[in-house]
């Protein structure tokens, strides 16, 4: 159990041009979900967190206007990267934590595949 | 922001050999876990500890906290050659949202 899917896992893009990349929760309620973004032999940056129902929260130095967030169930995110350019190729990551609450919970979530992102 | 840094930044042993990995962090926690990634894909949790453990075991995993020096240990023992990876620790804080912050990563390399 606990499947997060991104669809798609490889894209390319001409500069200029709008990518969405999808996550979903295969089996499982997802009320939040995360994007994270990876380059080339480096770590994971959160990008922002994405609460169903509401707005997302970006982590600062993320422009909100360039990679739009949509979490409009609770099964599926969105990230939309707007006017892509070649600095924008990364390879981009969702992550999805079970439902439950409290300050005790395991905050053990689940990864999706990736997407890796070539702009043009 | 980056909460963790690991080292070794890489490591390479032969099948067979413990591999150990080390990560410190910076703030307050609620709990750590570490991450597997193989190159190019998402990641795989490993294991999770809690602030109040001290030791963690799992199969050929074992991992260590010690919260009063902010560090925590992975050690892999009698390595394989399918365990190449890069390894992240993540730690989520007290009083913050349940979002990861990742530490830089240990890439491990398991010749046979």
């Known amino acids: 159990g606990a499947v997060v899917s991104q669809h798609p896992s490889r894209v390319i893009c001409k500069s200029g041009t709008s990518v969405k990349i999808e996550c979903r929760s295969l089996d499982f309620q997802a009320t939040t979900m995360f994007w994270y973004r990876q380059f080339p032999k480096k770590s994971l940056m959160l990008m922002a967190t994405?609460?169903?129902?509401?707005?997302?929260?970006?982590e600062q130095g993320v422009e909100k206007d360039k990679f739009l967030i949509n979490h409009a169930s609770l099964t599926l995110s969105t990230l939309t990267v707007t006017s892509a350019h070649p600095e924008d190729s990364s390879f981009y990551i969702c992550?999805?934590?079970?439902?439950?609450?409290?300050?005790?919970?395991?905050?053990?979530?689940?990864f999706g595949p990736g997407t890796r992102l070539t702009v043009t | 922001s980056q909460q963790g840094e690991e080292d070794p930044q890489a490591l390479s042993i032969q099948e067979g050999e413990n591999a150990t990995m080390n990560c410190s962090y910076k703030?307050?926690?609620?709990?750590l876990q570490w991450y597997r990634q193989n190159s190019g894909r998402g990641l795989v949790h490993l294991i999770l500890i809690r602030s109040n453990e001290r030791e963690k075991h799992s199969g050929r995993l074992r991992v260590t906290l010690d919260t009063s020096k902010k560090s925590s240990s992975l050690l892999i023992t009698a390595s394989r050659a399918a365990d190449t990876a890069s390894y992240f620790c993540a730690t989520v804080a007290n009083q913050a949202g349940t979002a990861l912050i990742f530490g830089k990563g240990t890439t491990l390399s398991v010749s046979s």
């Open positions: 994405s609460n169903e129902g509401s707005k997302a929260t970006y």
């Open positions: 703030t307050s926690i609620n709990n």
């Open positions: 992550s999805a934590r079970l439902p439950g609450g409290g300050v005790l919970t395991s905050y053990e979530q689940y």
